[in-house]
């Protein structure tokens, strides 16, 4: 049976960002379908469904049964994601791949998945959960800086590509936010304090840790997502977040590269 309301499928649902998105959407009056690998009971009048965005099979079963109770799906928020912080010249190829896999192609299975829909239905809205970090390579945390760049390149690819089937693809670029982000960090296991980099990175670590705690809420994100989804033709990037991290945006935009470099790392200690 095809759902009268606007439908929306959220992945990382669980906590954060996610769970901030899927609530505001249900009080937008959207269905919401919210996705995570361990999800718990629905509340809110969000449905929670298990996926996997790592897993293939997982993604497209998710997918699946939110077409066969709904009948169409009208926005894919893609937020599922972790951070791995660490020197790059200690970080393994597998810890590389991981981070790639979730934060890359988990946002590219969704997409993958709910293309055909949207596109049969000539609408539908996509938005993939970027960062700051996909502005500019943030230091140590240059593979999750750098499966932020392939999500922003593979946006923006997409919206060209989906324009003409009246899909809407958009990128939202939040600074540090309250979230599970800095709870679930991982640090690379090759890092240690004989590392040659272990000054500066625990230099970054404190700096990191106090933007963390006077960080904004979720809620404007959320915000942000439901403001893009009411938009028939939404702009690709939308940063949000503390206007001294934001204004990385304008400065890397404007500003000859030596120059933001020399900023950037003061701004940072390095």
């Known amino acids: ?4 309301r606007k439908v929306a499928l ?14 505001k959407l249900a009080k937008s ?22 996926m996997d965005v790592d897993d293939d099979a997982s ?6 049964r939110v077409i066969d109770k709904a009948g169409r799906i009208d926005a894919a928020v893609n937020c599922a994601g972790w951070a791995l912080t ?3 010249e200690e970080t393994s190829i597998a810890e590389a791949r991981a981070q ?6 988990g946002a590219l299975r969704v997409s993958l998945a709910v293309l055909p829909i949207m596109r049969a239905q000539h609408s539908g809205h996509i938005v993939n959960v970027s960062s700051l970090a996909g502005v500019f390579g943030n230091p140590f945390s240059g593979l999750y800086s750098a499966s932020k760049f392939a999500l922003e390149g593979l946006s923006e690819s997409l919206r060209f590509e989906t324009r003409p089937f009246g899909v809407r693809v958009a990128l939202i670029e939040p600074g540090d936010t309250q979230s599970q982000l800095p709870a679930r960090r991982r640090t690379v296991a090759g890092a240690s304090a004989q590392s040659a980099y272990a000054e500066a990175f625990g230099r970054l670590q404190k700096g990191q840790a106090k933007d963390e705690a006077s960080a904004p809420s979720a809620e404007g994100v959320a915000d942000v997502v439901a403001r893009i989804l009411a938009a028939p033709n939404p702009r690709l ?13 304008v400065l890397k935009r404007v500003l000859p590269y030596s120059w933001f470099e020399r900023i950037v790392g003061a701004a940072l200690g390095l």
């Open 237 to 249: 990037r939308h940063s949000v977040g503390m206007a001294g991290q934001r204004i990385v945006v």
């Open 10 to 23: 959220v992945t990382g649902a669980s906590s954060g960002i996610g769970a901030a998105i899927a609530a």
């Open 59 to 64: 993604v497209a079963s998710a997918v699946a």
């Open 100 to 105: 790639m896999e979730t934060n890359f192609f």
């Open 29 to 50: 009056g959207y269905r919401v379908f919210g996705a995570s690998r361990h999800p718990g009971a629905s509340a809110n009048e969000i449905e929670t469904i298990v």
């Open 86 to 88: 660490g020197p790059i």
């Open 1 to 4: 049976m095809r759902e009268s």
